[in-house]
């Protein structure tokens, strides 16, 4: 499939939209879409005619079910570079979204995970339907939450471990309530709200924000996830520590954590143990030292992580019976001392 099949681009009223449309994929992003997306913010950037950059999904079912996990298993079983150079090109993107002069609005309506999350939190105004589920899953195939997770779940303290460390699905409701989404526009009206951009006068920041909260749906912060026995039993240091919470907890919790902890056992022991360092390491650290930490992080990954087995139970050979590798506790050593030579270069 080609770039321009992959991705939509128009320009409508003052309005420049990317549409995903790898929708037999569940949009998961192609090196091809990151380039194409990448490319195209970029040229908007001069362009008077464009003020603002809206993207969004051509699939029913997603926004973007993550990263092309596939294309990197191969290349790495081919013993090739291009796995290394769509994490290159990815967090170019990234960064460049985060960067845009013009404001970025994510239209999110159906499955907002991986790598998915992370293209919707680079940009300024995340407007979701009731429809969508958002998560980072990657502990599932042996791999830590990247794309700047290291960073947006680490402010959300224990929630954002909990979320990490079992990459269970939120709903849009509890992303509101987390801001990790701006708004909830019924799904009803998202194609109302784009033409109201679309015929808008100006589409400067406020003016976005203004109009969305138009269309917004009131509704009650309180949060869905169970966040009081969250922030109990994921507060610990280690990975040993909130099993083990778990495993003795209170009778009144024990059916909750049964659950969780069967979860947990479920998930790499190494890709545990990495999620856990970073999200206690990314409180103290800015969007780019963290998003550095996790490129470095990743130069180690395929040697000492489980990505690779991970995608070959789940993808490749389908038996769902991962064997992964013993825990590796030297590797929190690793990442303090990735930290360490980064805060040194950049002194």
């Not at 079912?61 to 294309?71: E, Q, T």
């Not at 940009?123 to 990247?146: L, N, W």
């Not at 143990?273 to 550095?292: P, V």
Request: with cysteine; net charge negative.
């Amino acid at each position: 499939m080609t770039q321009e099949q992959q991705l939509i681009i128009q320009q409508q009223g003052k309005l420049g939209i990317i549409r995903l449309n790898r929708i037999a994929s569940l949009n998961a992003l192609s090196i091809e879409m990151i380039q194409g997306i990448h490319q195209q913010v970029l040229a908007w950037q001069d362009d008077s005619q464009v003020e603002a950059i809206l993207i969004a999904s051509n699939s029913p079912k997603a926004f973007s079910a993550g990263g092309d996990i596939r294309y990197i298993y191969d290349s790495y079983y081919a013993g090739q570079n291009q796995h290394l150079d769509y994490f290159a090109d990815e967090y170019a993107m990234l960064h460049d979204l985060y960067a845009s002069k013009k404001p970025l609005i994510a239209l999110l309506d159906g499955y907002v995970l991986g790598g998915g999350f992370g293209l919707a939190q680079a940009c300024h105004i995340q407007v979701s339907s009731e429809k969508s589920r958002f998560a980072m899953p990657e502990t599932v195939i042996g791999y830590f939450p990247d794309v700047g997770a290291t960073y947006f779940f680490a402010a959300l303290n224990e929630i954002g471990v909990y979320l990490a460390l079992t990459g269970e699905q939120i709903s849009a409701h509890d992303a509101v309530a987390l801001k990790l989404v701006d708004a909830l526009v019924s799904s009803e009206r998202l194609t109302e709200l784009e033409q109201a951009l679309i015929q808008a006068q100006t589409l400067d920041l406020n003016s976005i924000q203004a109009l969305v909260a138009d269309f917004a749906v009131q509704q009650s912060h309180r949060l869905e996830l169970d966040t009081a026995r969250i922030q109990q039993y994921f507060a610990q240091d280690d990975i040993e520590q909130i099993e083990l919470a778990l495993a003795q907890a209170h009778p009144a919790d024990q059916a909750w954590a049964n659950s969780v902890l069967e979860i947990l056992k479920q998930r790499s022991p190494v890709a545990k143990r990495a999620s856990l360092k970073l999200q206690h390491l990314g409180r103290q650290l800015s969007l780019t030292e963290a998003m550095q930490l996790e490129r470095d992080v990743q130069g180690l990954w395929f040697e000492q992580g489980d990505f690779i087995e991970g995608v070959r139970a789940l993808i490749v050979d389908k038996d769902k019976q991962p064997k992964w590798r013993d825990d590796q506790p030297q590797l929190d050593q690793h990442i303090e001392a990735l930290l360490k030579q980064q805060k040194a270069l950049i002194a």
